[in-house]
C-alpha cells in the first residue's frame, strides 16, 4: 500500500551498476580464458575487459557527482564483440564446468551421494566446501585457473575483514545484527571444521576460518541458482557468468539453461547467457544478481551497493506484535494515559497475522510510500478504535512518519553529516595512508553511503 504518492529520490539519482566480481588481476585471465575453452564454454561472441562506471550514479541534492563507494569495487566487465539481438544466446558454460552443492563439475544434478561439510549445511555452506576441494582438494589443479581467477578477498561486512567498528558504521540497527549473526554462524561453523579434522589443503585453525570465510564470500556474491529436476532450486558458481556486473534496473541479459541438440555436444547441459533486447558491439553485458531486493544484501554480502535501487526498503518493525507494542506505547491521551491496552493490541495484531498468514514478516518502507499492506491495515484498524472522528488512513500516514523519525534520530549521524563527509572525501581524492589504512576508509565509504541511502528512504517519507 502506499500511504505516500509523491516520489523523489533524496542526494540520489540514476541506476549504476557495479560488482566485486573482478579477477585478480590482467595476469589471471589469459590461463582462465585458456581453462573456460578446455572445458568447453563457448565465448566467442565476448571478451573481458576494464569495466567503467557512469559518473552520475551517486550526486548529491544540488546535482553534484560525488564519488561512489563502488568506485573501488568495480574491476573486469564483460562486453559484446559483435552485434547482438535480442532473444539470441550470447555465451554458454557447460554444467561440467561449474561448481554445486552436488560436487565439482555435477553442475545443477541430483544431490543424491552428496557430502555435506557438516550436518545440517545450508545450500551456500555446501557450495562454499566444494569452492575448497576446487582450491585445496584431490581435483585441485583441474581447477587451478578458475580458483586463481577469483578475487583473493571480498571486502564485506560479512567477509571477516571487517572489524566491529567498521560494522557499526552501517548504523541501521537490521544491517548491524545480520552482519553479526552471520559473522558468529560462520566462525562457529570454522571452529567446528577445525576441530573436524580441517578443510581441503590443510592449515591451522586461524587459516581454516580465514579459507572458510573467503569461500563463504565467493560463494554468496557470485552464486547464481537455477531450477533443475522439475523445479528444484541449486546453487552453482559458474564461470565466467560470474564475471558479469549487476544492474538493478533493465540488465541487458539474463541466464537460464538449455540442453544442445544435433551435434557433436548433443546432451550437454549449460548455463546461458541471453539478450533480453538489442546490444551493439562493444557493450557491457549487465544482469540482475536479485530482483527486486533491497540494497542490504548487496551490501552485506557482495560490498557493494550498486546505484539507487528503487527496489530499496528499510525495516520498521520486526513483526506485528512489535508493531502493536509500539503503537499502544507511543500515541497516549492528553493526560497521558494508555488508549490502547497492550493486551488488547497483540491480541489484533495476532489477528491480523492469522488473516494474512503474515505475522512474522519483517514489515517495511519502501520508495514511493510503500508500506506492507497488513502493518496499514492493522494501524487503520486502532485508528478507527480510538479516534473515530479521524482520517484513519491519514492517522496511519502519520503514525509511519513518527517510526521513521524515530529512526532516524535513533542514529549517531544525521544525513547532512553523512553527505558532507562523503563530499570531503570525493574533493580530497583516493585516500593516503597505508594499505590497511586505505581499506578502512573504503569501508568507512560504503558504510555511510549505505546508511545515507537508507535515510534518504525515511526522510522522502517524512517530507513526501
Not at 426 to 444: I, L, N, P, Q, V
Amino acid at each position: 500500500m502506499r500511504l505516500s504518492e509523491s516520489l523523489f529520490v533524496f542526494y540520489f539519482s540514476g541506476a549504476g551498476h557495479t560488482t566485486r566480481r573482478a579477477m585478480r588481476g590482467t595476469s589471471g585471465s589469459g590461463p582462465f580464458l585458456t581453462w573456460c575453452a578446455s572445458q568447453g564454454c563457448d565465448l566467442s561472441k565476448v571478451e573481458l575487459r576494464e569495466s567503467t562506471r557512469d559518473s552520475k550514479d551517486f550526486v548529491n541534492d544540488a546535482g553534484d557527482a560525488i564519488g561512489s563507494a563502488d568506485d573501488s569495487a568495480r574491476g573486469r566487465g564483460v562486453y559484446t564483440k559483435v552485434d547482438i539481438k535480442a532473444g539470441e544466446h550470447i555465451l554458454t558454460v557447460p554444467y561440467t564446468a561449474c561448481i554445486a552443492q552436488g560436487g565439482l563439475g555435477r553442475g545443477a544434478g541430483s544431490l543424491d551421494g552428496a557430502t555435506p561439510p557438516f550436518e545440517n549445511a545450508t545450500p551456500a555452506e555446501c557450495l562454499a566446501w566444494n569452492l575448497l576441494e576446487a582450491r585445496g582438494g584431490d581435483k585441485s589443479e583441474t581447477w587451478k585457473a578458475y580458483v586463481e581467477a577469483l578475487p583473493v578477498s571480498i571486502d564485506s561486512p560479512t567477509s571477516g575483514l571487517w572489524d566491529r567498528k567498521e560494522v557499526a558504521e552501517l548504523q541501521v540497527s537490521e544491517a548491524v545484527f545480520k552482519a553479526a549473526l552471520t559473522l558468529g554462524k560462520d566462525g562457529k561453523a570454522a571452529k567446528n571444521i577445525a576441530a573436524r579434522g580441517g578443510i581441503p589443503g590443510g592449515g591451522d585453525d586461524g587459516e581454516v576460518a580465514k579459507r572458510w570465510s573467503w569461500a563463504l564470500a565467493c560463494v554468496r556474491s557470485r552464486a547464481i541458482e537455477l531450477a533443475v529436476d522439475g523445479g528444484t532450486k541449486q546453487s552453482l558458481l559458474v564461470p565466467f557468468v560470474d564475471m558479469l556486473n549487476h544492474m538493478h534496473v533493465e540488465p541487458n541479459t539474463e541466464w537460464t539453461t538449455t540442453t544442445v541438440d544435433g551435434s557433436e555436444k548433443e546432451g550437454t547441459t549449460s548455463v546461458v547467457i541471453v539478450a533480453k533486447k538489442d546490444i551493439p558491439a562493444g557493450d557491457e553485458l549487465t544482469i540482475s544478481y536479485a530482483t527486486e531486493t533491497s540494497l542490504d544484501s548487496f551490501c552485506l554480502y557482495m560490498g557493494f551497493l550498486g546505484g539507487h535501487n528503487q527496489w530499496d526498503s528499510v525495516e520498521l518493525f520486526k513483526t506485528l506484535r512489535h508493531a502493536a507494542k509500539w503503537y499502544s506505547q507511543t500515541f497516549k491521551s492528553e493526560q497521558g494515559e494508555t488508549v490502547v491496552d497492550l493486551q488488547k493490541a497483540f491480541a489484533v495484531a495476532d489477528a491480523f497475522g492469522k488473516q494474512t498468514g503474515r505475522a512474522d514478516d519483517e514489515l517495511r518502507l519502501g520508495w514511493g510510500g510503500r508500506v506492507a499492506d497488513v502493518l496499514v491495515d492493522m494501524l487503520v484498524y486502532f485508528n478507527k478504535q480510538i479516534m473515530p472522528d479521524e482520517d484513519p488512513e491519514k492517522m496511519a500516514a502519520h503514525a509511519v512518519k513518527v517510526r521513521c523519525d524515530e529512526l532516524l534520530t535513533a542514529m549517531p549521524t544525521t544525513p547532512d553529516a553523512d553527505l558532507e563527509w562523503l563530499e570531503k572525501m570525493s574533493k580530497d581524492g583516493d585516500a593516503t595512508g597505508d594499505a590497511t589504512e586505505k581499506a578502512r576508509m573504503e569501508r568507512k565509504k560504503l558504510a555511510v553511503e549505505y546508511r545515507l541511502r537508507k535515510k534518504g528512504l525515511l526522510m522522502h517519507f517524512i517530507e513526501g
